[in-house]
């Protein structure tokens, strides 16, 4: 053969070389667009999820005082169960969900939580009673309470470490535009009949098939490890959760606290002191719910910024916001007050869900999730009683003494958490030694 042959030859063979080539870049492209799609709709199935959950208290709460005209000879109490009792079942779900999330698989707990939240919630329009109406209520609630843990693992489950600061205040964002959105429409509804309101639990429709079509059929082992591991470990495992995430869960605990703490005083201190007329107290209250907004935005742009002095930000903007809370007869000073508390709050949401499930590893990211759902609960449902309990204790009856007792529940979990950083310091040096 000629050397001219041999070039021909050659010069054939490159181009079938590069033909080969860039068939397998397209494939490699076609290949990642297809990833990227999916971890996208992935993504937005896990919002739909924690936009649901924002929606089980909230989204009746504009009928209250219809539902209690309805029924007359109600117990107050029960009444305001409607709102309460679906976050007091997540405490209870907490309990198994470990063991449920090692027997079923993601989107089965998924699906199921989305049909009991559909039918707890649609079936409160159909009840006769206030008896029969608080029983949709805790079914509601089981559903809610096998939703809110897998809302905050599933992103450390599917998604990396950076990416999770970032998704986190994404959660942030779309619960509190959902809340916002539905309270608006209930509020509609309940102008035409508080069983109308229920009808804001249809949502769940659109995310049941976000989540049957999107979320991967998989099973997260959880803190036990393997399925075939014997009680004694899984207890171990399940232990060895709580010890890395316990500072993360006691920090959500307090923030949740002094959160609520705002809730049930705000208004009546604003109202109390005429500092603004009725009718405008929702407006001022929405200051909080704007700084957060704002906040999860940004936060994981505020995560880089501030590094390991996170915390520290969380806990000097909670300090703040409930001490401007605290001064009396300004209302300049309560919305700054309530804009410091809705930055902290949207911070610490972000972040403590993120870091709880990151300090895990990935097959115990729901049982982690569990943990701080569990506190947040718990933080909701103990503030009056753990506030009282401090103004008894400290002789206190001003009305305001929740801020005061809240602000200082802050300042501790400042200090456990610059001695929890300082701990862990040591460990990891100790480790490169």
């Not at 029969?132 to 470490?161: C, Q």
């Not at 959660?171 to 309101?197: H, N, T």
């Not at 049957?212 to 470990?233: E, F, M, N, S, Y």
Request: hydrophobic share 50%.
């Amino acid at each position: 053969m000629s050397a001219k042959d041999n070039a021909a030859v050659e010069m054939t063979e490159v181009k079938m070389t590069a033909v080969k080539m860039t068939e397998v870049e397209k494939t490699e492209v076609k290949k990642t667009e297809s990833e990227m799609k999916n971890r996208s709709m992935v993504l937005w199935a896990i919002l739909s999820l924690s936009m649901a959950n924002a929606l089980v208290g909230t989204g009746i709460s504009p009928a209250l005082g219809v539902i209690r005209q309805s029924f007359p000879d109600a117990p107050g109490v029960l009444v305001q169960m409607i709102v309460s009792l679906p976050s007091l079942m997540v405490i209870a779900v907490a309990i198994p969900f470990a063991w449920l999330s090692r027997r079923y698989s993601v989107r089965k707990l998924c699906a199921a939580g989305l049909v009991l939240f559909l039918a707890g919630g649609l079936m409160g329009g159909l009840a006769s009673g206030i008896y029969t109406l608080v029983l949709t209520r805790i079914l509601i609630g089981a559903g809610y309470g096998l939703m809110m843990p897998l809302s905050v693992g599933l992103l450390s489950y599917f998604f990396t470490r950076e990416e999770q600061h970032r998704l986190n205040g994404g959660i942030v964002i779309w619960s509190s535009v959902s809340s916002i959105i539905c309270m608006v429409l209930a509020g509609y509804l309940a102008a035409i009949s508080w069983r109308a309101v229920f009808l804001v639990y249809l949502f769940g429709i659109p995310c049941l098939w976000l989540c049957l079509k999107h979320i991967p059929d998989v099973t997260v082992t959880g803190a036990g490890g393997a399925a075939g591991d014997d009680r004694a470990r899984r207890a171990r495992g399940n232990l060895g959760v709580i010890r890395k995430t316990w500072v993360y869960g006691a920090g959500t605990f307090v923030v949740f606290v002094g959160y609520f703490a705002i809730l049930n005083n705000c208004s009546s201190i604003i109202l109390s002191e005429g500092l603004i007329s009725g009718e405008k107290v929702g407006i001022i209250m929405s200051f909080q719910t704007v700084s957060s907004l704002v906040t999860g935005l940004y936060i994981g742009k505020l995560k880089k910024l501030l590094g390991r002095y996170m915390g520290t930000f969380i806990w000097l903007c909670s300090i703040g916001g409930l001490l401007s809370l605290y001064a009396k007869n300004s209302l300049a000073l309560t919305m700054l007050g309530l804009v410091l508390f809705g930055i902290a709050l949207a911070s610490a949401v972000g972040t403590f869900n993120a870091e709880a499930c990151i300090a895990c590893e990935r097959d115990e990211s729901l049982a982690a999730g569990s943990v701080i759902m569990f506190m947040r609960s718990l933080g909701q449902f103990s503030s009056p009683l753990v506030l009282g309990f401090m103004a008894r204790t400290a002789g206190a009856s001003d009305i305001r003494f929740p801020y005061e007792g809240a602000a200082l529940l802050s300042v501790v979990m400042m200090g456990v958490f610059w001695v929890n950083g300082l701990v862990r310091s040591s460990l990891k040096k100790q480790a490169a030694c």
